[in-house]
């Protein structure tokens, strides 16, 4: 008996048929994959936030510094490190760095996928640090914050997502490679680059001659890459998604609503 074979319009019927397929299920698996990463990255957080919790039980209910007066030797990634053990839990997976954590970094730093809680502001005399994990510097009169400081733990960022991929470091007239990319204490490479509260998306485009590290500029921001959120660890451990404009959604009319602001009520 002799075989049929497919005629050229079967075959073109079912190329057609896997294409539609294919069409409908590939964004699926997209979808499903960066599903999978934002929830390692939200693993993460929760085991980085449950470490530096660890950490302030062995310190008298006192979060470590972002920065201390010693600079890269006792940022807080260092400091919670003996909790961690895993370098990789300081990566996001989407976090588009290609070197993979190491201590041996320049400056003795590790790139960061998570940027701390550093927000300062002025408290009508000098500026100091409001947020959990700030820096710790004399002339500033700023200490380490206590648990016993933070009003509303559950309602108050620890840290965030801020990759440590800057561009245009060093590549515009008058800026300064202070730290260099992997020694971090806000996510930024500049100490001052405090309020991605205050201003939680950047405003100015990448190619400004305005320094990087600026708040408002193209560094200044919370790195929202999971459908438009990013990951945030509260003060009492635990981690939720957000747009970063909700973590504070009006500066001047609501500063209740301030997220980074660890001493509001």
């Not at 073109?12 to 539609?20: E, K, N, P, Y």
């Not at 201390?68 to 976090?95: E, G, I, K, M």
């Not at 009508?124 to 947020?131: C, D, E, L, Y």
């Not at 590549?171 to 490479?189: A, E, R, S």
Request: proline residues 8%.
């Amino acid at each position: 008996m002799q075989r049929k074979a497919f005629t050229l319009i079967e075959l073109l019927v079912v190329i057609a048929i896997i294409a539609i397929l294919a069409a409908i299920l590939f964004p699926v698996f997209a979808q499903a994959r960066e599903k999978a990463r934002a929830i390692s990255c939200v693993s993460n957080e929760k085991q980085l936030a449950t470490s530096i919790l660890m950490y302030t039980q062995d310190y008298d209910e006192v979060f470590p510094t972002g920065l201390q007066q010693s600079w890269y030797a006792n940022t807080w990634y260092v400091l919670v490190q003996p909790y961690v053990q895993n370098l990789q839990v300081f990566r996001c997976p989407d976090d588009p760095i290609g070197t993979p954590p190491s201590w041996t970094q320049p400056w003795g730093g590790i790139r960061l996928s998570y940027a701390s809680n550093g927000y300062m502001k002025w408290d009508g005399s000098n500026w100091s640090v409001f947020g959990v994990m700030g820096m710790s510097q004399s002339w500033m009169g700023t200490t380490t914050t206590s648990q016993a400081r933070i009003g509303r733990p559950a309602e108050t960022i620890l840290f965030t997502e801020k990759d440590a991929l800057q561009p245009n470091i060093n590549t515009i007239p008058g800026n300064l490679l202070d730290f260099g990319p992997g020694c971090m204490f806000t996510g930024v490479n500049w100490w001052d680059s405090f309020s991605p509260g205050e201003i939680p998306n950047g405003t100015i485009p990448a190619t400004s001659v305005t320094n990087p590290y600026d708040p408002n500029g193209p560094n200044g921001a919370v790195t929202a890459v999971h459908a438009q959120k990013a990951n945030f660890a509260f003060a009492d451990g635990h981690v939720k998604a957000m747009t970063p404009t909700a973590t504070n959604p009006d500066p001047v009319n609501q500063p209740q609503n301030n997220m980074w602001d660890a001493t509001r009520q």
